[in-house]
């Protein structure tokens, strides 16, 4: 059995006040060819259908029409909800659309939905799991002893409650930040890494298609994936490929993933130089000038206009910014004054989340401070 795995479609989003409804519609059109082509059984999709909880009038009939042309191709579609959405929204009209095949998370109540296939290899059971918070968790065990607290804590609860039959088959879509996985900067970032989960939890899973990070990655075994957005939703992704996976079920233990790049109708870049030399013919002449561009000019001097004078030949320019001597003196002295401020044990905590993912332990903690105090006498 065959599975096309995408995530955080995000539809409906805006870019520097550009709409990326077209680009968006553009690239479904592709995701359903793809579909086609590599003749999946069933689509999954791993939450943040929309950029917005309350999504606009024009993003619904983006993805109506999306999932309307999937279940015409007679394909399953699997569907959870991301942080970015409303679980409830999202869960509207489930119960009559799996009458086409169509399944949807619904809201987190102390069960998690499961679908049943099978194939010449046996069963597949794949489950659905929306964007879990631990107050979800803490909500529908009150009473009991032991709450979660963590968000590590509160998705390990809830997969306990599963009872995943490791013997068999099992998929789980979801949408959670798995520790270890590297952000982009279109993400929306917990303080802390206080959303992280540990990617042991899914150990019970032949595969867990993941989505909330938009840079397509596994986790520590290849079949802990997240697919990536099908498009780049900010400049620290503009040197990725955004691709879709395909992943295709055997009997189990093998489970083969392959991985389909997806071209963008218009693509996201970084263009560097002064602006005699981003604004002469041969510079841009060979360049797809509708491309979504960030330009980076290295004149010493502010270009007058320099927005609307490039918007002539890059008429897709989203940020202009300048890299010279006066702008790296500000960020050095931005930086050191923020260095300044900050305590030895700040500035390590800090570098250790950067690191890690994670906050220190007590215990390391209290031997940090030890560590300095020494290190000062």
């Known amino acids: 059995m065959r599975f096309l795995h995408i995530s955080d479609l ?8 550009f709409s990326m409804i077209e680009d968006q519609r553009y690239i479904l059109d592709r995701i359903l060819e793809i579909a086609d082509i590599e003749r999946v059984d069933g689509v999954l999709i791993a939450g943040d259908v929309y950029d917005k909880p309350v999504p606009s009038a ?9 999932l309307t042309r999937l279940a015409e191709q007679k394909r399953m579609i699997f569907v959870v909800s991301g942080n970015h959405d409303s679980a409830e929204r999202i869960a509207f009209g489930s119960q009559i659309m799996k009458g086409k095949n169509v399944y949807v998370s619904p809201v987190y109540h102390g069960e998690v939905s499961r679908v049943e296939l099978a194939d010449e290899y046996g069963e597949i059971f794949v489950y659905l799991l929306p964007f879990i918070k631990p107050v979800m968790v803490r909500h529908v065990l009150e009473g009991e002893e032991d709450l979660p607290e963590s968000y590590s804590d509160a998705v390990k609860v809830v997969v306990d409650r599963m009872e995943v039959d490791k013997r068999k088959r099992n998929l789980i879509v979801a949408h959670q930040f798995v520790t270890g996985a590297g952000r982009c900067d279109s993400e929306e970032v917990s303080v802390g890494g206080m959303d992280n989960v540990d990617v042991e939890i899914f150990d ?5 298609a993941l989505g909330h ?6 986790i520590k075994r290849e079949t802990v994936r997240y697919c990536g957005t099908p498009l780049k939703y900010s400049f620290s992704e503009a040197e990725q490929e955004k691709s879709v996976s ?5 009997e189990k233990g093998q489970v083969e993933i392959t991985i389909v790049p997806l071209q963008p109708l218009r693509d996201m870049k970084k263009i560097r130089g002064s602006y005699l030399e981003v604004t002469k013919r041969e510079f841009y002449q060979d360049r797809n000038t509708e491309d979504y561009v960030q330009i980076i000019l290295t004149d010493e001097e502010d270009i007058l206009d320099g927005m609307q004078k490039l918007r002539v030949i890059y ?3 989203m940020q ?23 305590s030895e044990m700040e500035l390590f905590e800090e570098f250790y989340e950067l ?11 209290e031997y940090l401070v030890r560590l300095i105090e020494r290190v000062r006498s």
């Open 320 to 342: 202009l910014v300048y890299d010279n001597s006066r702008t790296r003196q500000n960020r050095m002295v931005e930086a050191v004054a923020d260095i300044e401020q900050k």
């Open 213 to 218: 990070i938009h840079s397509p990655q596994s």
């Open 10 to 17: 995000h539809i409906g989003k805006r870019i520097n006040e």
């Open 246 to 250: 395909v992943v295709e079920f055997r």
């Open 58 to 66: 024009e993003a619904v009939q983006v993805f109506d029409w999306f």
């Open 315 to 317: 008429p897709n320019l």
């Open 204 to 208: 019970c899973f032949d595969y867990a």
């Open 355 to 365: 690191q890690n993912n994670r906050k220190m332990s007590a215990e390391q903690e």
